[in-house]
């Protein structure tokens, strides 16, 4: 709840296009569990049972959204006047996105592609790179070693778990391997890994739940989960024998489901 409630139409802060999508096959236990908790107790003072409820709370969620819009106006604004903003590098960020109606749920704590995927941009006017947006998917463990790298400090970036993205950036190339995500939840809940590849398929193993599996170049709502399913069953093993690699080569006691 913020001053600019209302300053945002309808049309400019849309319900996401896959609500209420409640109804998708084999999904995890706590998913529907979170779902049926905000559906009876409403959230922020609005009524999610219904449609407008969630339309009025992807209304106010956009003000707040303008409220940093204008923080960061006037950060950029005092490196200007600073005299600083020529040797400054900015990055924005977020530590995790917003379900805000999609698949009827709100908040994060779930491996769908609303609450995962954050921005990130970065502006370092000393490079002399021209403005580009780099396509492919990209994990934030390497948003450090990038920072290193670009501040002429590559070397301090070693025994870090993240890589420089700088020759991906320079280059203009994709990147070619695939982005790992977790999620360790707190009290007694499923915790998750996901592993996300370059080419849109998204495999999440829960360690006490059902897990999921999207195409998401055909299915990019999450409507069609795959997981178990013949038609993903050789993308489901190759993902998971991929995230077995990286889980041990991380040492991460993460328990895959048998």
Excluded at 180 to 187: C, D, K, L, P, V
């Amino acid at each position: 709840f913020g001053p600019y409630n209302d300053l945002h139409s309808e049309t400019e802060a849309p319900v996401p296009a896959n609500y209420p999508g409640d109804q998708l096959k084999n999904e995890p236990e706590k998913y529907r569990k979170s779902r049926a908790k905000y559906l009876a107790d409403g959230f922020d003072g609005q009524d999610l049972k219904t449609r407008e409820g969630w339309q009025r709370l992807n209304r106010n969620y956009a003000g707040l959204c303008t409220q940093v819009d204008q923080a960061v106006g006037r950060i950029l604004w005092a490196l200007e006047t600073s005299g600083q903003a020529e040797n400054t590098i900015v990055v924005f960020t977020s530590d995790h996105g917003e379900m805000m109606g999609a698949h009827s749920l709100i908040g994060k704590g779930v491996m769908y592609e609303e609450a995962m995927r954050v921005p990130w941009m970065m502006r370092a006017p000393f490079l002399r790179m021209k403005p580009r947006l780099s396509p492919g998917a990209y994990s934030q463990v390497d948003l450090v070693p990038t920072l290193l790298d670009m501040m002429g400090h590559k070397e301090k970036a070693e025994g870090l778990p993240g890589r420089s993205l700088m020759p991906l950036l320079a280059s203009g190339a994709r990147p070619r391997t695939p982005v790992i995500s977790e999620w360790n939840a707190a009290r007694n809940e499923a915790n998750a890994r996901t592993i996300i590849s370059q080419d849109g398929w998204k495999l999440v193993e829960h360690d006490k739940d059902h897990g999921l599996l999207f195409d998401r170049g055909k299915d990019p709502l999450e409507a069609t989960n795959l997981y178990g399913e013949s038609a993903g069953q050789g993308r489901q093993k190759a993902l998971r024998t991929q995230l077995e690699q990286v889980l041990r080569t991380r040492k991460d006691p993460f328990q895959l489901p048998a």
